[in-house]
C-alpha cells in the first residue's frame, strides 16, 4: 500500500505522492481525482500558447457552424490535462517519461465538461541498465462526467525502486 506521509522528525510528517517501482501491480486501476471542469480561459490561452490558429478552438462564430456547433477544447490541451491528472498515482515518482502510443480521441471535449482520469498498469519489468529503477507502462483514460471516454494513451516510465528517488536523497 503506498504511503501518503512520511515522518521527517518527532511529531512532524510530510505529504508524499506517487509510488515507487515495487508499488505497481499489473492489473491495479487509480482513479485520479480530483476531477477538473475546464474553462474558456483553459481552452483559449492553452490554445494560445501553443501557437494553434485553429479558429475551431477560440472562435465561437467559426465553430458555430461546425459540425460541433460550438468552440472545441484543443485535442492537446485534453492530453495534456489526463497526463496531469495522472501525475500523482503514476509517476510522481518518475525519473523519465519513456513515450507514449496508441492516443485516441474518441469523443470530443467542449468548455464545461469536467474530465476526469483512470490509469491501469499494464507491465512493469526491471530496467536492464538501471538496477535502481524499473519500466512500468500504464494505460490511462480521461473520461466525460457522464463515463463517454474522450482520451486513451499507453505510457511508459522509469520509476526509482524504493529508496533510491529524489526524495530520498535530498533533505527539503
Known sequence: MVQN????GPHTFRETFGRY???????HIYQHRPGRTISEVDNTWFTLLTMNTHPL???????KASEFGKVLVN????VSLVVGMSVSDV????IANLGWKEIKLPAPVFVGDTL?????VLGKRESASRPTAGIVTVRTWGKKSD????CEFDRNMLI???????EDKVAY
Not at 5 to 8: D, N
Open 5 to 8: 506521509v512520511k515522518q521527517v
Open 21 to 27: 517501482f515495487e508499488d505497481f501491480e499489473v492489473g
Open 57 to 63: 478552438h477560440f472562435d465561437a462564430e467559426y465553430a
Open 75 to 78: 485535442s492537446a490541451f485534453t
Open 91 to 94: 509517476s510522481q515518482k518518475a
Open 116 to 120: 476526469y482520469a483512470e490509469s491501469e
Open 147 to 150: 463515463g463517454t471516454v474522450v
Open 160 to 166: 526509482p525502486k524504493r529508496g533510491h528517488g529524489v
